[in-house]
């Protein structure tokens, strides 16, 4: 049974920083996984994602802010993220699918993934 679990979230003051979680049951290392997320009102947005070999894609707005990786046992995915601004401020979801991922740009779309976790809130105040 598939099941992706976030945590993390949290509220922070500009310039801070969080550590976001996801423990993904029922994957393989054969797999990708990305973090989104969406402000209120508007839509999901990618933030970054990684491929079944490590390598990974960040959105404009968080490169060189935000750090994506995976544990050990690659059913673990993790989001470092420095320096938030409150634009950052929005519901982040960790999402997964099968498959080696090779290609990078799609994997920042949320309709290549097949399986979400419930999402984690982060506020950022200024």
């Known amino acids: 049974q598939v099941q992706l679990v976030e945590s993390g979230g949290g509220s922070v003051q500009s310039g801070g920083s969080l550590r976001l979680s996801c423990v993904a049951s029922?994957?393989?290392?054969?797999?990708?996984m990305g973090w989104f997320r969406q402000p209120p009102g508007k839509e999901r947005q990618g933030v970054a994602a990684?491929?079944?070999?490590?390598?990974?894609i960040y959105a404009d707005s968080v490169k060189g802010r935000f750090t994506i990786s995976r544990g050990n046992a690659k059913n673990t995915l993790y989001l470092q993220m420095n320096d938030l601004k409150p634009e950052d401020t929005a519901l982040y979801y960790c999402?997964?699918?099968?498959?080696?991922?090779?290609?990078?740009?799609?994997?920042?779309?949320?309709?290549?993934?097949?399986?979400w976790g419930q999402g984690t809130q982060v506020t950022v105040s200024s």
């Open positions: 029922g994957y393989s290392s054969r797999s990708f």
């Open positions: 999402a997964a699918n099968s498959g080696y991922g090779f290609s990078l740009s799609p994997l920042l779309k949320p309709q290549v993934y097949s399986d």
């Open positions: 990684i491929n079944s070999v490590g390598t990974t």
